[in-house]
C-alpha cells in the first residue's frame, strides 16, 4: 500500500472500496519500452492510483518481458497504423505521449504518428494528455533543427484541438551519460565530456525524477491543465558537470573539450547535423525555474546523487572497450547516430538492473517470446491489471 501523505489523504476520503476503484486514473503510456515511457511506467507503477496500460510495437524483449511481470497491460500497435491506437485507448483517462526523430530520422514521420496518437484521444474522448515536446519554435531559431521540429508541430496540434492537455519540456538526461554521450577516453586516465555546448548550461536532470514528475502531475490534471511545464532538477555548464566527475572520481580526469560547433558538424556520422542543431539550441536557452520540479516531486536529485546512485554502472561503461576511443574522432566506433545506439544496447541491459533502469532507451532481445495478438491486450498469464502498492 502506498502510504505517502497525500495518497493515505486522498484514500481515507474515498470512503468505500469501490469509490477507490472508481477514483483510480488509467493511464496509456505511448513509447513504455523507452528511456522516458519506461520511467513514467515506473512511477506509476509505484502508486495504488495509478493502473497501467502500455502501447508497443515490440512482442519480446528484456523491457517488454519485464513491464508483463509487473502486471502492467500491454497493446501492442503502431502509431502510424490510427485504428490500433483507437482500440489501446478504451477506457483511458490520461495519455502519456512521447514522440522520437530519430527512429526515422524524418520529422514529417515524427509528426505524423504525434497527430495520429493526438486525434485518437481527441475522438475517444480522453481527459487528459500529456505530451514531451521541446523548448522550440522554427519561426524564432536561428537554424532549423530537425529533431525538435516534428515535437514543435505536435505541441502546435495538440493546443489547437481543445483537448486538455499538459506539455512538459524535460532537461538533458543525467542518463545520457550512461550511453550516447558517455564520456570518451583520449589518453590512459582521461575522459572528454563531448558536448559541444562551449560554456553555455545545460537544463538538466534524471529521467527517473522527471518520471515521477510526470506521474504525479497525471493524479492532478486540474492543477496543471492547459499548461506547459519545463522541468529541470540543475543548471550545470560542462566544465561543472566535469569537476563534479573529478571530485567523485579523484583517479580519473574528465575535462570539457570545448568542441565548436563548427566542428561537431563535420564529425562523420549520421545525425551529426541534427545533433549540432540541437546543442545550438540548446545553448540559446535561459536556466529553468525549477520550483514546479520540487513540487511535483520533492526527492529530486542534484547530480552528485545521482553520481552516488550509478558510480558503478558509469564506470563499467565508461571503460568498455577503453582501448578503441581515440581523441581525434570520440565516435570513431560509430558510423551514425543509430549505430551509436546498438553499441549501447547489451552493456546498458547486462550492467543496469531492470528493476532500477528498465526504461532504458533500448529494447533488447529475449529468447523467451510472448504469446500475444496484434492489436489486443495482454497481462499479466493469469492475472488482471491490478494496481501496484508500494
Not at 493546443?159 to 538526461?173: D, K, Q
Request: proline content about 3%; overall charge negative; aromatic content about 14%.
Amino acid at each position: 500500500m502506498c502510504w505517502r501523505p497525500t495518497c493515505w489523504v486522498r484514500r481515507a476520503s474515498a470512503g468505500s472500496k469501490l469509490d477507490v476503484e472508481d477514483d483510480v486514473t488509467n493511464i496509456l503510456i505511448f513509447g513504455v519500452t523507452g528511456m522516458t515511457g519506461g520511467a513514467v511506467a515506473e512511477a506509476a507503477l509505484g502508486c495504488a492510483w495509478f493502473r497501467v496500460t502500455g502501447f508497443t510495437r515490440m512482442l519480446q524483449g528484456e523491457a517488454y518481458d519485464e513491464l508483463v511481470s509487473k502486471g502492467v497491460s500491454v497493446f501492442t500497435g503502431d502509431m502510424n497504423k490510427p485504428y490500433t491506437i483507437k482500440e489501446a485507448m478504451d477506457n483511458i483517462d490520461t495519455v502519456f505521449l512521447t514522440t522520437t526523430y530519430w527512429e526515422t530520422m524524418n520529422a514529417e514521420t515524427e509528426y505524423q504518428q504525434g497527430f495520429n496518437v493526438v486525434t485518437a484521444a481527441v475522438q475517444c474522448q480522453v481527459k487528459h494528455i500529456i505530451y514531451v515536446g521541446a523548448e522550440y519554435s522554427m519561426v524564432t531559431a536561428a537554424e532549423r533543427c530537425k529533431c525538435l521540429e516534428g515535437k514543435a508541430m505536435i505541441e502546435n496540434y495538440i493546443v489547437s484541438t481543445g483537448i486538455p492537455y499538459t506539455i512538459v519540456r524535460l532537461g538533458f538526461y543525467f542518463e545520457n551519460f550512461l550511453s550516447l554521450f558517455k564520456p570518451h577516453q583520449t589518453s590512459k586516465n582521461d575522459f572528454a565530456i563531448a558536448l559541444p555546448m562551449a560554456n553555455h548550461g545545460l537544463n538538466c536532470g534524471s529521467i527517473i525524477d522527471f518520471g515521477h514528475c510526470i506521474a504525479k502531475l497525471a493524479l492532478r490534471p486540474d492543477t496543471y491543465v492547459f499548461k506547459t511545464l519545463k522541468l529541470a532538477t540543475s543548471y550545470l555548464t560542462v566544465t561543472d558537470i566535469a569537476e563534479k566527475l573529478n571530485t567523485y572520481f579523484p583517479d580519473l580526469n574528465f575535462y570539457n573539450p570545448k568542441i565548436p560547433l563548427s566542428a561537431y558538424r563535420k564529425f562523420d556520422f549520421e545525425g551529426a547535423t541534427e545533433l549540432t542543431t540541437m546543442f545550438a539550441h540548446y545553448r540559446s536557452l535561459h536556466e529553468w525555474d525549477r520550483t514546479t520540479a520540487m513540487e511535483l516531486y520533492s526527492y529530486n536529485r542534484t547530480f552528485e546523487q545521482w553520481l552516488k546512485d550509478t558510480d558503478r554502472v558509469l564506470l563499467e561503461i565508461i571503460f568498455e572497450n577503453m582501448d578503441n576511443f581515440a581523441s581525434d574522432n570520440v565516435f570513431r566506433d560509430a558510423n551514425s547516430f543509430r549505430e551509436q545506439q546498438e553499441m549501447m544496447k547489451k552493456k546498458l541491459l547486462d550492467t543496469v538492473p531492470l528493476t532500477y533502469f528498465f526504461q532504458s532507451i533500448f529494447s533488447s532481445g529475449s529468447s523467451q517470446k510472448t504469446e500475444v495478438r496484434k492489436g489486443t491486450f495482454i497481462d499479466q498469464p493469469g492475472k488482471k491489471p491490478s494496481r501496484h502498492e508500494v
